[in-house]
């Protein structure tokens, strides 16, 4: 099966702290693996080393097969990802944070799709409201649905259901196993190993900057 | 797995011109262009060291000038912080109304030089004795520079005062009593605001000779002006320059961190009202009252000199080209230093090294007077090519945008720190196209530090009377020289009436972007929670 992720030897340093290790990863076209670890082990980092936002020291990272430069754009790598903040554009309305990312669709078809995107996550009385108007829960599902919205192969999530009650925890899991397991590759970066039963079909442990599989 | 899905992805290296990368580059070099071009006017290569060899009395007067400038700064200062905490004290605090004050700071220094000097020929109708005070001399200008840099100095000390972490200043206030609080939390960490205002004066102090020529004292600036008017060829002029040129870049290697610390306040809850006791209450009632003597003596002086409303209306029907003038100048000076200033701030904020020496170049204008920058700049584009330039109205505006685009840069810096990293990393992440993250999220979030850039070279440019004496095409004036030229007339109502129409016009420039730029909606997410 064709790999969606690689990293080969990955290295991230900073001035104090060397939050990514020689790090080796492999995660195949549709499969969806966890990463769990302490506060400050590097899940983070490596998640950004992976969309781009930053750039690795040493090593490589693959996406696709191929591999890509610090001065590539990011938008093409196929990746969307969720924050650990909701990062919501405070001067556009839920609506238009959501439909941001779309392509090859019309407004309507871009509205249609948002819609049914905040349905599946019952938020969909939020379209015209604006990001400061809105709860810190509501927020984290806002910046879900933007992500997903953007229907690229590749999702990065880091910790994306910190700030919702059980009842919407509940709402957003059986949404991505429903919508995404098997027919996207994903990432995702958790203290709670627990919700991502039935999602996940790996999963790896970092500590100290080092990556392990455990299952 | 929809492998035709995919493809749309991984296309390489994306079509087109990425435009957060090659405005700020273009921005950048043509800043550093505009700041070195009026220095190929100065014709330095011919100046010889007895042009910048200070004689006994040229260092007179350079110490007359760096005194002056400290002391106003210090005074302006002191006042400034204490009017802000009596404003962050009062019902004001958290109302827009807060910033009316504003409504002076794009005001000529000499107009409140007028007013002071005005108020005392008034007043000694009534008593002959204070006909004989001497309005002169160095005394008589730190007055008039302190009250006209106050709200400058207020204002910034407000920004700083605002910009705190909002929940540690709770905590130190359930802690501790507020006088307490304000003078070992919210002072301390204040401070490189209260420095930039230090900062900021020192350099507009020391660069002005409009306020010292009116109350005769002499500094070291007015004498390089009086070298020009004497037919004095640029190689002098310029290097005579040399020794204050100099000072004052040490000074600004000296405050460059103050300066970019300073961070336009966000939008934030300001917090609560402080319940101030003892010798705090009084210092900033008393900076209070300074500030409302600020505003309000220069507006009743002129309406008492002008005399009639007659007078008033004449005064406007007499200034309304140059009104129009100054409002067309200040507008265009405001978009060619915003221009600038946002490749050159891109460009500094991005840099990892030698940052220090980059933000001293992109500074260095401020330590060139603005008269002799003008006179640098006619110099260099008279005889040239483009000399046609200097018979239109771009040419003032370049002159301007040239000596206030660190004022610009500094702001908008300081807005580019404050926009949510997040936010626009997620926006180039999810981007659909090469650019549509640039001009929809950045652009979007940086849009206040822009307006808040571009006013504060529009508005000082509506004051700025030195460039417009140089750069002027014949012809044409701005009010602020209307203004200076009729002072030799000693047409003293009609000079009042032109003041209230200059002080009208600039106060309903700042009401205006007051009520542009109100509180946006941009509140921390989850405020509602």
């Not at chain 2, 001399?137 to 000390?157: D, R, S």
């Amino acid at each position: 099966m064709e790999t969606a992720i690689e990293c080969r030897q990955v290295s991230k340093r900073y001035p104090d702290v060397f939050p990514v290790q020689s790090v080796d990863l492999i995660v195949r076209k549709g499969e969806a693996a966890a990463i769990s670890g302490e506060s400050g082990s590097g899940k983070s980092t490596l998640l950004r080393l992976i969309a781009g936002l930053e750039s690795p020291q040493s090593g490589q990272i693959f996406l696709m097969g191929r591999e890509w430069g610090a001065r590539e754009p990011l938008f093409c790598r196929g990746i969307a990802m969720v924050f650990q903040e909701p990062a919501l554009w405070n001067h556009m309305t839920v609506g238009q944070n959501i439909m941001f990312g779309m392509q090859g669709k019309n407004k309507k078809q871009k509205k249609e799709f948002a819609i049914h995107l905040m349905e599946q996550l019952c938020i969909e009385t939020l379209w015209r409201r604006y990001p400061y108007e809105i709860s810190g829960g509501q927020a984290k599902r806002v910046s879900l649905a933007r992500a997903c919205g953007t229907e690229r192969p590749i999702l990065l999530f880091d910790e994306p259901l910190t700030n919702l009650d059980e009842e919407s925890k509940e709402y957003a899991l059986t949404f991505l196993k429903r919508e995404y397991k098997n027919t996207h590759t994903i990432l995702y970066v958790t203290h709670t190993l627990e919700e991502t039963e039935g999602l996940c079909d790996s999963w790896y442990e970092m500590n100290q900057g080092n990556l392990t599989r455990r299952r | 797995m929809n492998s035709s899905n995919d493809s749309k992805w991984y296309r390489g290296k994306g079509a087109g011109w990425n435009l957060s990368r090659i405005l700020p580059a273009v921005g950048a070099a043509l800043y550093v262009l505009f700041l070195l071009f009026p220095f190929a006017g100065f014709n330095l290569s011919a100046a010889s060291a007895d042009d910048w060899i200070l004689s006994p009395r040229q260092t007179g007067l350079l110490w007359n000038s760096i005194l002056l400038a400290s002391l106003c700064a210090l005074a302006s200062c002191t006042a400034g912080t204490f009017a802000a905490m009596a404003i962050r004290s009062s019902r004001l605090s958290g109302s827009p109304l807060r910033w009316i004050f504003l409504v002076t700071v794009p005001l000529p220094y000499y107009i409140y030089a007028l007013s002071w000097m005005y108020g005392i020929r008034w007043v000694s109708q009534f008593n002959r004795d204070l006909a004989s005070f001497g309005y002169r001399g160095l005394a008589a200008c730190i007055v008039v520079e302190t009250m006209a840099f106050l709200p400058l100095c207020t204002a910034m000390a407000l920004f700083g005062m605002e910009q705190q972490n909002r929940k540690e200043e709770e905590m130190a206030f359930l802690c501790q009593d507020d006088s307490l609080v304000v003078r070992r939390i919210v002072l301390p960490r204040t401070r490189p605001y209260r420095m930039a205002a230090f900062g900021c004066v020192f350099l507009l102090s020391i660069t002005d000779y409009s306020v010292p020529s009116l109350f005769q004292f002499p500094t070291y600036l007015l004498e390089i002006f009086s070298e020009y008017n004497r037919g004095a060829d640029m190689a002098h002029v310029a290097g005579m320059s040399l020794p204050l040129v100099g000072l004052v870049f040490l000074f600004l290697a000296l405050i460059q961190g103050n300066l970019r610390q300073f961070t336009l306040p966000g939008p934030q809850d300001t917090g609560r009202r402080w319940h101030l006791g003892g010798i705090f209450r009084i210092a900033s009632l008393l900076g209070l009252l300074l500030l409302a003597i600020q505003m309000i003596l220069p507006t009743v002086i002129f309406l008492l000199t002008a005399g009639s409303i007659r007078v008033i209306w004449d005064s406007f029907l007499l200034i309304r080209r140059e009104f129009l003038v100054s409002i067309e100048m200040s507008l265009l000076a405001g978009l060619i230093s915003l221009f600038l200033s946002f490749g050159m701030a891109k460009f500094l904020l991005e840099r990892k090294r030698f940052r220090f020496l980059f933000w001293q170049i992109a500074l260095f204008p401020l330590a060139i007077p603005g008269p002799l920058a003008a006179m640098g700049l006619l110099s260099a584009v008279n005889g040239s090519p483009i000399h046609w330039i200097s018979q239109t109205i771009v040419f003032p505006a370049i002159g301007m945008a040239i000596r206030y685009a660190p004022f610009s840069l500094l702001v908008l810096a300081s807005g580019m720190r404050r926009i949510d990293r997040a936010a626009v990393e997620m926006g180039r992440l999810l981007s659909p196209g090469k650019n549509k993250a640039f001009w929809r999220i950045e652009l979007a979030m940086l849009a206040p530090g822009m307006a808040a850039a571009f006013a504060i070279t529009a508005l000082l440019s509506m004051g700025e009377e030195g460039i417009g004496l140089v750069l002027m095409p014949a012809g044409l004036e701005t009010m602020a020289v209307k203004v200076y030229n009729y002072l030799h007339y000693g047409a003293s109502e009609l000079i009042s009436g032109f003041s209230l129409v200059t002080m009208a016009g600039t106060g309903g420039a700042i009401a205006l972007l007051l009520w542009l730029t109100k509180r946006r909606k941009g509140k921390n997410n989850g405020d509602s929670d």
